[in-house]
């Protein structure tokens, strides 16, 4: 079945602690980008990568890393959690870049204390 | 940058109803207008999508209006159902390979 696995589907963490949000794709998909949704401000972009080795910011990357070693493969990287990246975070892929479908993940729900 | 208004942010219908929402962009170059659907814990799904050389594209239900000179486009649902209650989201994209969403209509259909 097509589909993007994230992991975990919650997380609560403390103020620092260091954690890494999974996303892989079995779709063979070139553009992978990550999403975070608060309420009344909708999904916003975090970064995004067009192929392996190729990423970009999105709109809101402080406090963001992110890599992409192999295609399928596009981990969200919190060096530092903060309270205010307390939120509801998306993975999303396409064939190719932009102008195409996106399929996401199924979220993963993050609290910062 | 992109700007993309959506209106409006929730709308109350009840079944057998119509309803529509609205999408408006300022990016020109933009050429793909798709419409996503969230229902309750669940990731955005794609519902209906449309391109630039296109102005109308409909889905049983579901249609989808383009204007590209006035840089709007509309998603519209005709006897909408309970199940069809979810939060309607639109993603204009062409120009940039950043995304840049609407924030989304919460449509709410009563029994």
């Known amino acids: 079945e097509a589909q993007v696995t994230q992991n975990p589907r919650y997380l609560i963490t403390v103020t620092g602690k260091k954690l890494t949000v999974t996303c892989s794709q079995n779709?063979?998909?070139?553009?992978m980008s990550w999403y975070r949704q608060d309420p009344g401000l909708g999904l916003r972009q975090i970064y995004y990568s067009m192929n392996v080795e190729v990423t970009d910011k999105g709109d809101v990357p402080e406090g963001y890393k992110v890599s992409r070693k192999e295609k399928r493969n596009f981990p969200l990287i919190l060096e530092s959690p903060s309270p205010n990246q307390t939120s509801l975070y998306f993975c999303a892929s396409s064939l190719s870049v932009t102008n195409e479908k996106l399929f996401f993940g199924s979220g993963t729900q993050l609290s910062v204390l | 940058g992109e700007n993309v208004e959506q209106h409006p942010s929730t709308l109350s219908v009840q079944e057998g109803d119509s309803a529509v929402i609205k999408c408006t962009y300022s990016d020109s170059a933009s050429n793909y207008f798709p419409w996503y659907k969230q229902e309750l814990g669940k990731g955005p799904q794609l519902i209906i999508d449309?391109?630039?050389?296109?102005g109308e594209k409909k889905d049983q239900r579901i249609a989808v209006t383009l204007n590209k000179t006035a840089k709007h486009f509309s998603l519209h649902i005709t006897e909408t159902q309970p199940e069809d209650s979810a939060v309607y989201f639109c993603?204009?994209?062409?120009?940039?390979?950043?995304?840049?969403f609407g924030a989304g209509t919460r449509l709410a259909v009563h029994p």
């Open positions: 449309i391109r630039s050389n296109v």
């Open positions: 779709m063979n998909h070139e553009y």
């Open positions: 993603v204009p994209s062409g120009g940039y390979n950043k995304l840049i």
